[in-house]
């Protein structure tokens, strides 16, 4: 049979009818046309008639080009098994891979021996993957790895939307950003490079480190249920459910939200929040804190503010408590503490040799307290000031009886969590 009338016979073969200008670029109204092959060999299988292109085949459907060394066609099925260097192109995407079936009827394509995809900054390799031309739908399964200009990636399941440029990944998934010193590893991911959206859920850990330090010199570790990262201008976090904060070894939280404001290096804690700030703990119903050069600078608590400040009498503090409570330091001390609006405040006196000697309490409209080297300097109590003293004979074992209001909590300080995916993908 002479080459042409071949040819002429797979196209009649492979396309159905009713093709129009109007019709879909993939599909099962347009036909796989061959554009070139060195052989094509007609055989009987088991499963049927079988027709192959062997050498230098290129194929293409709509605007969907291929090529490979050897095309076969189970004509039961229609399914065309593209093998040895297969390459796809459909506009910017490129998919490469040694092995894929491909249905020209539903334009869907599955590598099952390994595939690597590119389209625009993105790339994407998988030991599995499927592509879905007409919805324009990536499907990947098995040590995925996504890559583009500013995050890596590691999963197990991820599907990439053409039409909108997202990335969702499930099952597991870690990653890196080196322009954002940042890794975390969550249950899923939804990842929008266009509207600079990152959203993580379930068991989520996020690790960031402060500019020009090493990337496993965390200076934050951040672990809650949903992490949302804006990262555009703003450059904003927004995470929820069970939040625990550790930043450097000075500082820890826990709360049910927290909002990140990198633009102005701010943040907000909400839900019951609790603050460790070295020996001291803070609670209130809202917790602001402002940082400059990656160290915080103030703490400005809302709504019935508490602040115990540990010592090292067994089972004595420091109290203070107020509406509204602002701290600040210097240098990394602590420099002044302000209470504001129904002030009120308990003090561990000690004896010359150190030995406890009672408490001192007070109230007052606004209490200021001023410090050098962590050690108290000054204090003023301003309007509707009340003092009392407690000698230590009263004190004695019933210190809790003596205690302001609200402070009989019980809170472990948060500690290093370690890693829960990343040992899947990474050493």
């Known amino acids: 049979m002479p ?6 016979l797979w196209l009649l073969l492979l396309a159905p009818a009713g093709l129009s200008a109007q019709e879909p670029l993939v599909g099962p109204t347009l036909p796989l046309i061959v554009h070139h092959a060195d052989r094509f060999v007609g055989r009987q299988s088991d499963s049927g008639e079988v027709q192959e292109l062997l050498g230098n085949v290129r194929l293409q459907q709509g605007n969907v080009v291929i090529s490979c060394g050897a095309a076969t066609q189970y004509r039961a099925t229609g399914v065309v098994l593209l093998r040895h260097n297969v390459r796809i192109e459909q506009g910017e995407l490129r998919i490469a891979a040694p092995r894929i079936s491909y249905d020209p009827a539903a334009g869907i394509a599955v590598a099952d021996n390994g595939v690597e995809i590119r389209t625009g900054a993105q790339s994407i390799r998988a030991r599995w993957g499927a592509y879905d031309i007409p919805r324009r739908q990536l499907l990947f399964r098995r040590a995925v790895r996504y890559q583009d200009d500013t995050l890596s990636l590691w999963t197990d399941t991820l599907r990439y939307e053409r039409l909108t440029a997202t990335t969702y990944a499930w099952g597991g998934v870690y990653l890196e950003s080196s322009i954002e010193q940042l890794a975390a590893e969550a249950d899923t991911l939804v990842y929008h ?10 068991s989520v850990l996020l690790r960031r480190w402060a500019r020009g330090k090493e990337p496993r010199a965390d200076t934050l570790m951040l672990s809650a249920q949903s992490v949302t990262l804006r ?8 995470a929820s459910d069970s939040v625990l904060l550790l930043y450097d ?4 939280a826990r709360a049910e939200s927290l909002l990140w404001d990198d633009s102005l290096g701010r943040f907000t804690l909400s839900g019951a929040p609790l603050v460790w700030y070295g ?11 402002v940082l400059s050069s990656e160290q915080l600078q103030q703490l400005f608590c809302t709504g019935q503010a508490r602040l115990r400040l540990h ?10 408590r107020s509406d509204t409570l602002l701290l600040r330091q ?3 001390t602590l420099a002044e503490l302000i209470a504001s609006g129904n002030a009120r405040s308990l003090y561990c006196h000690r004896t010359a040799d150190a030995a406890p000697d009672g408490l001192f309490r007070h109230s007052a409209d606004r209490i200021e307290l001023l410090f050098t080297g962590d050690s108290l300097r000054q204090a003023r109590w301003l309007g509707a000031v009340y003092g009392e003293y407690v000698p230590e004979l009263l004190v004695g074992e019933r210190f809790s009886a003596w205690t302001l209001p609200g402070m009989a909590w019980v809170e472990e300080r948060p500690q290093p969590m370690p890693w829960r995916l990343r040992p899947r993908w990474l050493p």
């Open 249 to 252: 070894t000075l500082w820890a």
């Open 3 to 8: 080459w042409q009338r071949t040819i002429a």
């Open 330 to 332: 210097l240098n990394d």
């Open 311 to 320: 010592t090292d009498l067994l089972g004595r503090s420091h109290q203070l």
């Open 231 to 238: 990262r555009r201008s703003a450059r904003t976090l927004w």
């Open 193 to 202: 490079p266009a509207a600079g959206l990152l959203q993580l859920s379930g």
């Open 279 to 289: 020996n001291a703990e803070l609670r209130a119903d809202s917790i602001q804190g």
